[in-house]
């Protein structure tokens, strides 16, 4: 997600007081407040985190033949996540600046000032190096090897290339990607067919999500000078048509679980619901952004509401969609 390096500024206020001897001397104090377990937390940015347990998770099962390995499966969740939660507090200490920029992103801890980039780096660190060593040492290599790899590509790829290109994007989508590998590899050491299946699926849902995030702030990522697609394509089409590529590759794609032998038919005709679904809802917002109510001849209406309406309906329905297809996936397990 290169950020600048510049540290927070730091105001020192000063009181007089009395010495025993009657003097006045001044003292400063530290103006950031002592930080919360709470601001920490906000630095591990738990929504995402819990996204990335839940695709470990569903990757670890669909690799597990019944009885699962409950120790295994809560040591691969409990590396994982501070994994993920140590990436997360490295990539806002990376973007402090830009952050501040941003209405949805200024109230973190480090713009606010609620916390110090020393310390927030201590803790990122911290628990990135203690997860990956952990998913090492107590699931085995490739597990670490994968959790290391996420953190590269977040922190070393993705942060600096949000500032440059609007291909940051799928970039991004790769490391998102991973964590159901994470899983299917905790469990069977090895990475099949099958596992690259629930990594593509992961990895095509992100894009138009995070298309329809990007446009509902396209304004804000203007601000602190993030070229996102939807930025620096003012009148929607290239975002549109990439919208109507991913979803739609998603199709056939989101099939794969059965057709490879992991779910039955009843995540296949769920899956098939939910991502024509999907597809249909993307397509609306296409049509929505291009300022057309329906593609009939005779329904060409101009819309007043705006493109950002549409982008809403798109992420929530994509909200919607992952979590219906994982939960779909782990009902229907063969």
Not at 130 to 153: D, E, K, R, S, W
Not at 225 to 254: C, E, H, K, N, W
Request: charged share 15%.
């Amino acid at each position: 997600m290169i950020p600048s390096s510049s540290n927070l500024t730091q105001r020192a206020t000063s009181a007089p007081h009395s010495t025993p001897s009657g003097s006045a001397t001044e003292a400063t104090a530290d103006p950031t407040p002592r930080p919360s377990l709470l601001c920490y937390l906000e630095l591990t940015k738990p929504r995402l985190s819990l996204l990335v347990l839940a695709t470990t998770l569903i990757g670890f099962d669909l690799a597990s033949r019944r009885p699962v390995d409950v120790p295994l499966l809560l040591s691969t969740l409990l590396g994982t996540a501070l994994a993920a939660g140590g990436a997360s507090a490295l990539n806002q200490v990376l973007e402090r600046d830009v952050d501040a920029k941003m209405h949805r992103t200024a109230s973190r801890p480090l713009p606010a000032g609620r916390l110090r980039p020393d310390q927030a780096l201590a803790f990122g660190v911290a628990l990135s190096v203690t997860g990956i060593l952990f998913l090492t040492l107590a699931v085995n290599l490739l597990t670490g090897f994968l959790a290391a790899i996420t953190l590269a590509i977040y922190l070393f790829l993705y942060t600096p290339l949000k500032q440059k290109t609007s291909l940051c994007t799928p970039v991004g989508a790769i490391a998102g990607a991973i964590p159901p590998l994470i899983g299917w590899a905790a469990r069977r050491g090895e990475l099949t067919f099958e596992a690259w299946g629930l990594f593509w699926i992961v990895f095509l849902w992100q894009l138009p999500h995070f298309l329809a995030l990007a446009w509902m702030y396209r304004e804000d990522y203007a601000r602190a000078g993030f070229p996102m697609l939807p930025v620096v394509d003012p009148d929607g089409r290239s975002t549109s048509r990439q919208i109507l590529l991913y979803s739609l590759a998603l199709v056939p794609v989101s099939l794969l679980p059965t057709r490879v032998g992991l779910t039955g038919s009843i995540y296949f005709w769920g899956a098939l619901i939910l991502s024509v679904g999907f597809l249909a809802m993307g397509l609306y917002t296409v049509l929505g952004v291009a300022g057309v109510r329906h593609p009939y001849p005779l329904g060409f209406q101009l819309l007043r509401r705006p493109a950002t309406v549409y982008a809403k309906r798109l992420f929530l329905a994509s909200v919607v969609y992952l979590p219906g297809l994982l939960a779909l996936m782990a009902l229907n397990k063969l």
